[in-house]
């Protein structure tokens, strides 16, 4: 099982370059991958993307690169083509116009296209295979650390599902008396009502059953039992489970709800306040779950 949360961080050189990679990443419901990338690394987003997505499931995820650039990064050319045809157009101007003019190569330098970086997309496409075991090294460090967070979650889920599998037992042990007790409240209300009257027996037997038939928890109790087995299953799995385990959890609060619902004995309803609290903070673990 894998947190949503992470981090990992790697640096290393290359033959035109330092990297340093960082990454870290929060809860979120679906996948999103943000890059902060320098411009001239930028033609390797693709890769980089496809790499993190094909091991990252769910989760807010922000990669950071930074890079120093060494001797040779950068190709620059000078165009002396376009330079010479400049430099003819203004003597020309000067002779047109009958204005002095003494050739400076400042001028020349503010035209853009004549000094520009010398595009070379096979130098950086080498580069990348020097680069990418230093991005996966940080990758596997990020992976490492949601995993041992995961770890964590598991076990402290695993504790909580003791409790809540404890506390259906009680509820269940509870739930065989609740015919006496409907029987003893019945019993207590017609005296109070009609203290002079005897009590039927049989048509309080009948309003007993009304009542048991009306408040009976024993297939909430059993399909309640059913998810937590398929949540602990659910927990040893090691793909993006978190959806899953939401899925189960919601079923299990329904059948706790269920149970709240159809019961009036004060017992009992503590036991659900305690089950709802669990449920709760099994909710907000989860929500840090791939």
Same mark, same amino acid.
């Given at each position: 099982?894998?947190?949503?949360?992470?981090?990992?961080?790697?640096?290393?050189?290359?033959?035109?370059?330092?990297?340093?990679?960082?990454?870290?990443?929060?809860?979120?419901?679906?996948?999103?991958?943000?890059?902060?990338?320098?411009?001239?690394?930028?033609?390797?987003?693709?890769?980089?993307?496809?790499?993190?997505?094909?091991?990252?499931?769910?989760?807010?995820?922000?990669?950071?690169?930074?890079?120093?650039p060494?001797?040779?990064?950068?190709?620059?050319?000078?165009?002396?083509?376009?330079?010479?045809?400049?430099?003819?157009?203004?003597?020309?101007?000067?002779?047109?116009?009958?204005?002095?003019?003494?050739?400076?190569?400042?001028?020349?330098?503010?035209?853009? #296209? $004549? %000094? &520009? =970086?010398?595009?070379?997309?096979? /130098?950086?496409? !080498?580069?990348?295979?020097?680069?990418?075991? @230093?991005?996966?090294?940080?990758?596997?460090?990020?992976?490492q650390?949601?995993?041992?967070?995961?770890?964590?979650?598991?076990?402290?889920?695993?504790?909580?599902?003791?409790?809540?599998?404890?506390?259906?037992?009680?509820v269940?042990?509870?739930?065989?008396?609740?015919?006496?007790?409907?029987?003893?409240?019945?019993?207590?209300?017609?005296?109070?009502?009609?203290?002079?009257?005897?009590?039927?027996?049989?048509?309080?037997?009948?309003?007993?059953?009304?009542?048991?038939?009306?408040?009976d928890?024993?297939? #909430? $109790? %059993? &399909? =309640?039992n059913?998810?937590?087995? /398929?949540?602990? !299953?659910?927990l040893?799995?090691?793909?993006? @489970?978190?959806?899953?385990?939401?899925?189960?959890?919601?079923?299990?609060?329904?059948?706790?709800?269920?149970?709240?619902?159809?019961?009036?004995?004060?017992?009992?309803?503590?036991?659900?306040?305690?089950?709802?609290?669990?449920?709760?903070?099994?909710?907000?673990?989860?929500?840090?779950?791939?």
């Amino acid at each position: 099982m894998k947190s949503m949360t992470g981090f990992g961080y790697a640096e290393g050189g290359g033959l035109i370059g330092f990297y340093r990679i960082s990454l870290k990443s929060f809860n979120y419901r679906f996948s999103d991958i943000n890059l902060r990338l320098p411009r001239e690394l930028c033609l390797w987003e693709e890769n980089i993307i496809s790499y993190l997505k094909e091991r990252i499931s769910r989760g807010k995820v922000e990669l950071k690169l930074t890079f120093e650039p060494g001797e040779e990064a950068f190709s620059v050319e000078a165009n002396s083509l376009l330079a010479k045809a400049y430099l003819k157009a203004l003597h020309k101007l000067s002779s047109d116009l009958n204005l002095p003019y003494e050739a400076d190569l400042r001028d020349l330098m503010q035209v853009p #296209e $004549i %000094i &520009r =970086l010398k595009e070379d997309d096979n /130098r950086w496409q !080498d580069e990348y295979q020097r680069f990418f075991p @230093i991005f996966k090294e940080a990758v596997e460090a990020f992976l490492q650390f949601r995993l041992r967070e995961g770890e964590k979650l598991q076990h402290d889920l695993l504790r909580q599902m003791e409790k809540l599998r404890d506390l259906v037992g009680m509820v269940e042990e509870k739930s065989q008396k609740i015919p006496e007790y409907y029987r003893e409240k019945l019993k207590q209300r017609l005296k109070e009502i009609i203290p002079s009257v005897p009590i039927n027996e049989s048509l309080l037997a009948q309003e007993i059953v009304f009542y048991v038939d009306r408040s009976d928890i024993h297939e #909430e $109790i %059993i &399909r =309640l039992n059913a998810h937590l087995c /398929r949540f602990e !299953d659910i927990l040893s799995g090691q793909d993006s @489970i978190g959806r899953e385990l939401e899925f189960v959890l919601q079923e299990m609060n329904r059948e706790v709800n269920t149970i709240g619902s159809k019961t009036s004995n004060v017992e009992i309803s503590t036991l659900i306040i305690d089950m709802k609290t669990i449920l709760e903070k099994m909710r907000e673990q989860i929500q840090n779950v791939e």
